[in-house]
């Protein structure tokens, strides 16, 4: 069964460093890992997908990567800036039991970040 | 493009009372799929449709339930309702090419209260 970790729990960072959010999951057969940004009470924000053929994705000051054979992805934030302040999630499709992909995103508990000014 | 919507926004609710919640995925999606999330739990998928059937269903009692109409707006349906109910219900619509290359965008959620 497929299980999807995000450490820390919670970073504080001042305006301006580059910080790095990491997921950790425990099946390398995955078809692709999505990272979103969730604000509070509002709903998610794809921010990047990394099919499973990639190694990393890159969106303006976002770079995700993503290692299958050790189970872990990275979100690094260049230049971060309170608006960055946010909850970010990492999830994985679940796998059908032949192998193709579903629809049902497995989630993170997600790393709550806050960017001090 | 617009994006997926969510009506009603927010719900206040008594336990008992049933509660129906509707979303419009982005056009031309045809898949739409349900989440609950609770700061206890996080986010747990309820079911997914597709093309008006139902495609996966996650670990969620029958009260809960859901439907898919032709045009692919979907609702669900949470019956008898629970103080545990109490969640941001959300939705998610994908193109679903089933090769693994799809995103899901989310909609802005519905917040439940059940008292």
């Known amino acids: 069964k497929q299980e999807v970790t995000q450490i820390p729990a919670a970073l504080s960072v001042p305006e301006g460093e580059n910080l790095v959010l990491n997921c950790s999951f425990t099946d390398s057969a995955i078809y692709n890992l999505q990272w979103f940004r969730q604000d509070p009470g509002k709903g998610l924000t794809s921010l990047l997908l990394?099919?499973?053929?990639?190694r990393e994705q890159t969106s303006g000051r976002l770079n995700a990567s993503l290692d299958k054979s050790s189970g872990r992805s990275t979100l690094y934030i260049a230049a971060s800036q309170p608006g960055d302040s946010a909850t970010y999630l990492c999830a994985v499709p679940a796998l059908m039991n032949y192998g193709g992909a579903t629809n049902k995103l497995i989630f993170g508990t997600g790393t709550l970040l806050a960017v001090q000014p | 493009k617009a994006g997926v919507t969510q009506t009603p926004r927010y719900l206040i609710k008594t336990r008992g009372q049933q509660v129906t919640l509707s979303c419009s995925p982005i056009s031309g999606h045809r898949s739409v799929s349900w989440y609950q999330q609770t700061p206890g739990q996080g986010l747990q998928f309820l079911f997914e449709?597709?093309?008006?059937?139902?495609?996966n269903k996650g670990n969620f009692p029958g009260r809960f339930s859901g439907r898919q109409f032709s045009n692919s707006r979907s609702e669900m349906n949470v019956s008898t309702l629970e103080l545990g109910d109490s969640a941001l219900y959300l939705c998610?619509?994908?193109?679903?090419?089933?090769?693994?290359?799809?995103?899901?965008?989310f909609g802005p959620g519905t917040r439940l209260t059940v008292l």
């Open positions: 990394i099919q499973s053929s990639q």
């Open positions: 449709y597709f093309s008006e059937t139902q495609r």
């Open positions: 998610a619509s994908s193109s679903h090419t089933g090769d693994g290359t799809d995103t899901q965008y």
